[in-house]
């Protein structure tokens, strides 16, 4: 099961169907690979063996007696500041260790209902921030894994688990992904509820997928709107808008990434045009900054009070910024977002999607957990969002290509993105695993 299409969700849902494949055998085998890799990895913040084993041979009953589920005995990690019942709800924050959670989120209850096996809790940043989480690239040790959603990221990457939820508020599925070599895809806002979820900025709050490839994100996706799992690919070549914004700030190693990529693009028979945005990135980054940094300082203001001592630098120093933002500042920039919305999706309607770099370089150290800053200017427009694997840097770590599209279309950015795929090379394992 180490290799990366028998791991695959549609392989294991397809074995299972074919009863070549038992949910107890990949449960197993999720958890003997976390145990041999966790010392090393750090990804997991909870683990439920005892109860995933029950659950797997509950699943392997139903599919004695012809029952089958959407996803049924798929594996899956949810980052710990989303609600699984009789789990802990920590949200990297020491006060919290003793949280369990009483009922499911709604994403969570879905996933139950669908036959997937919620195996634990993958680590977060502290309450979803800045502040780095335990969990270790598995490219490289000293390297960070990206955040929030480090262990959903870095669990996928290692195997650990076919697929992980994350959630993004500026760049914490996108990141991950690129950073650990796997598929990270942000739907539009409010794909999902976010009831169950540990809240840091409501109106830019998403939850995500993290996967092995574009199909296997597709099926999760679809299966949790419609609990089924026959989402058609049918990708023609797309006409894309390459955004040269975020290539001029981007490191020489990712630039001609994605100037390669973009020539192997139209080489497969793509329309690739060079654009730049119509609104200024610094104007876009700022608008996000100020309603992160607010709404953050709502949601924080009374715990920061009573638990000072145990908030990350960078999280305490984000809510009392947060505070000091005067309520005039906010309204302005809620109303710059919807102007900046509409510029954005006007750009985006010429195109099938826009093709920019995921981060402006390789994973940095583990002291930080990198630049947010190609992600967050499409979490603030609240259009979905996909990274893909583009590839390896000279010093062996993973580089990343993102499509964005529309805000509503995250099934036609599906069929874009299983296209690319196709005409991108595949990423061996990470050295951490061998």
């Known amino acids: 099961m180490s290799d990366q299409p028998a791991f695959s969700i549609c392989g294991l849902v397809s074995q299972i169907k074919e009863r070549r494949l038992r949910a107890s055998e990949i449960v197993a085998a999720c958890l003997e690979r976390i145990e041999r890799l966790e010392p090393k990895l750090q990804a997991w913040a909870f683990l439920d063996p005892e109860g995933s084993r029950r659950e797997a ?104 688990v076919p697929f992980a939820i994350g959630s993004q508020t500026a760049g914490s599925v996108l990141r991950p992904a690129a950073y650990c070599g796997a598929v990270g895809f942000k739907p539009s806002y409010g794909w999902f509820s976010t009831s169950g979820v540990v809240p840091l900025a409501w109106s830019l709050d998403h939850l995500g997928l993290i996967a092995c490839t574009v199909q296997d994100t597709a099926l999760a996706y679809v299966a949790l709107l419609e609990q089924r799992v026959d989402f058609s690919f049918q990708p023609q070549p797309p006409r894309l808008l390459l955004l040269t914004d975020f290539l001029d700030r981007s490191e020489p190693v990712v630039r001609a990434n994605l100037l390669e990529v973009a020539q192997a693009f139209r ?40 638990y000072r001592e145990h908030y990350g630098p960078r999280l305490r120093a984000a809510v009392e910024t947060g505070l000091l933002v005067p309520a005039a500042l906010e309204l302005h920039a809620r109303r710059l977002r919807a102007r900046l919305a509409r510029v954005i999706d006007e750009l985006l309607g010429q195109a099938d999607a826009a093709l920019l770099p995921t981060v402006p370089a390789p ?38 290509i993102q499509l964005v599209a529309r805000q509503g279309h995250d099934r036609g950015l599906l069929q874009v993105a299983a296209w690319c795929e196709r005409a991108l090379p595949r990423l061996p394992e990470p050295p951490v695993v061998a």
Not at 121 to 134: G, I, L, R, S, Y
Not at 292 to 304: D, I, K, P, S
Request: with cysteine; proline share 9%.
């Open 267 to 306: 080489a497969a028979g793509a329309t690739v045009e060079e654009r730049r945005l119509p609104v200024d990135l610094d104007l876009l980054l700022a608008v996000h900054h100020v309603l992160m940094t607010a709404e953050t300082a709502a949601v924080h203001r009374e715990n920061l009070s009573r």
């Open 363 to 400: 994973a940095p150290g583990r002291e930080t957990t990198g630049d947010r800053s190609f992600q967050a200017v499409w979490t603030l427009c609240r259009v979905p969002s996909i990274s893909l694997p583009s590839g390896l840097s000279p010093d062996g770590l993973p580089l990343a």
């Open 57 to 160: 041979e509950r699943l392997d009953r139903l599919a004695g007696s012809g029952t089958l589920l959407p996803l049924h005995g798929v594996p899956v990690g949810v980052k710990d500041i989303i609600d699984v019942a009789g789990m802990p709800t920590a949200a990297g924050f020491e006060p919290y260790r003793g949280r369990v959670a009483r009922e499911d989120a709604p994403i969570v209850a879905r996933l139950r209902a669908l036959g997937a096996v919620v195996l634990g809790k993958t680590h977060t940043t502290q309450f979803a921030f800045a502040d780095p989480a335990p969990t270790v690239n598995p490219w490289h040790p000293e390297r960070t894994p990206g955040g929030s959603s480090s262990g959903s990221g870095a669990a996928v990457a290692a195997r650990m």
